[in-house]
């Protein structure tokens, strides 16, 4: 199976800070990954998909980057609804596999 | 308005059976491959199975190969987890998603224990 690995596990970040979370995966998966956000009780929500591409009305403040084997979530200046877990997921081999989770927390 | 309602969780013991369905409705559910991710309690996501649009494929992870099966019903816009031999580790929010839509249920919460 392909594992994904994201960094960091945890992050304390401002109102207002740019937020960078990376994901790396065992082996080449092309731009087959995804992100998404999950908040506590809900179900999670895609925010990128093939890497880079934007999900319909989600803010433009989220964007994503990478092919191969390292990804990156960049959030630009992060809000207050954004505090939330972020989980990438790879689905160019099966089985689909996430990341192990990005916990953003407010400083 | 696009719905994914998953029902059939409850508690269970160790070794018994359970199946949990989804029934979808505000859109093309035949169209659409279907898939089972999970959540343990207090841990991240992890995928579990999909289903081809026709049924004719089926995908797992291997920690629940021959013990779970994935089924659909195009005619009554459902699909189904047939959970069997269930363990402790199989505790988790079963969430039924439509990956291409990103459409998710709200989840169903099964839990083995005795």
């Known amino acids: 199976d392909i594992q994904m690995t994201q960094s960091p596990s945890s992050l304390s970040a401002s109102v207002g800070d740019r937020v960078t979370i990376t994901c790396r995966a065992s082996?080449?998966?092309?731009?087959?990954l995804g992100w998404y956000q999950q908040k506590p009780g809900k179900a999670p929500k895609r925010l990128i998909y093939a890497a880079s591409s934007l999900q319909s009305g989600v803010p433009s403040r989220f964007s994503g980057s990478g092919s191969g084997t390292e990804f990156t979530l960049t959030i630009s200046s992060l809000q207050p609804e954004d505090f939330a877990t972020y989980y990438c997921l790879q689905h160019d081999r099966y089985p689909p596999t996430f990341g192990q989770g990005t916990k953003v927390e407010i400083k | 308005e696009v719905q994914l309602v998953e029902s059939g969780g409850g508690l269970v013991q160790p070794g018994g059976s359970l199946r949990l369905s989804c029934a979808a409705s505000g859109f093309t559910f035949s169209s659409y491959w279907m898939t089972w991710v999970r959540q343990a309690p207090g841990k991240g996501l992890e995928w579990v199975a999909n289903?081809?649009?026709?049924?004719?494929?089926?995908n797992y992870v291997d920690s629940v190969k021959g013990r779970f099966t994935i089924s659909r019903d195009n005619a009554k816009k459902s699909v189904y987890l047939q959970m069997n031999s269930l363990r402790a580790e199989d505790t988790a929010v079963y969430y039924c998603v439509t990956v291409s839509l990103d459409y998710w249920g709200q989840g169903t919460q099964v839990t083995v224990s005795s």
């Open positions: 289903i081809k649009e026709d049924g004719s494929e089926k």
């Open positions: 082996q080449g998966i092309r731009s087959d």
